[in-house]
């Protein structure tokens, strides 16, 4: 099938840019503010009717051969099913049990423990379902030009891979991670359709594992560094006080030990996911680099620096603005969407028809249960 794709191609025919970001800021923010007064007056209820209001300015804004996206789903359809999923799961098998085992704490710790263990367990195991019922109930919910898309793959079939991976990453010390993000990543294009039209993309780890053994290392120095910090801070500290024990130092030097142990772990954790993106821009170009759909082809070439510098700017809006600049950073994500995904033979596209397929019903129930939300 590949190598039909291929020659479907005219061979000299130009990749060009497929997105267009018309987002404005200003927009971005009477929506946000908005939003943020809502869920206020309602004690966050209004969150469900707030997601709806981003998704349709976000899609609508992002435009392809000149048309914009749009999003169909409401907020009643996510509010449902988040009452239905609270029912169903949340009640029975989250806070009655957390109710019953912590009545239990004093009397029989070792049936609260067990119970706490098996509550963890049993959500573990639904955070990948949770994940991928948001992308089906998404692309259900998504059209361009009158034209659906869908997420077609069985809700069992990324189960069992994210679960499998899942548990190896420990056991391998995080170095399956990339096979991992391949074969999650895989199932889920592979599974998506555009009307008539399937998604496929053709990926292999082992392109992927120099750039990861690269922000690997960069990842174990990073936290390296932090316990080192973390190490000299309370030599200085035994040094100055020989004689006491952290209990009787006092309360500014208690202080400055917190200091200490706060930024050396933020610290480590910051530039260890500042690490981690040499990885992913890599893999980002990679996969989109590896999509096509019917004859049209696509192509990311995204740099480890521009990607650095753009995640870091985005931190420190964030940071500075305490997270009221997240309209700048929706803006941001867009423009950089548009600049660096490009496409060759995107009158493929113009030829698709619209066949029908089965949509559900309500909403993103288990993902906004357990807090699992696209975006």
Known sequence: MRDQVIENLEPNESFVSVFESEAKVGELYKIFFANLIFSILTLGVFRFWARTRNRRYIFSHMKMLDDGFEYTGTGGELFKGFLFVFGLIILPFGILPAYYSNSLMMTDPETAQMIQGMQVLFFAALFPVAIFRAYKYLFSRVHWRGIHF??????????????????????????????????????????????????????????LYPAFLLSYVLAVVSVGGAGLFIKLGFDEISTRFPSQNSGELPPEMQMIIAAVVVVGILGGMILAGFSMSVYYAKSISYFVSATRLNGCHFRANIKATRFVAFLVINFLISLVTFGMGYPFIVKRYMTFIAKYVEAQGLQSIEETIQIDRDELKTGEGLADALDVGVF
């Open 150 to 207: 869908a997420q077609v793959g069985a809700t069992f079939g990324y189960w069992w891979r994210w679960i499998s991976f899942s548990l190896l990453v420990p056991l391998t010390l995080g170095l399956i991670l990339p096979l991992r993000h391949v074969v999650l990543s895989r199932y889920l294009v592979n599974h998506a359709r555009f009307g008539n039209q399937s998604f496929e993309m053709d990926v292999s780890a082992k392109k």
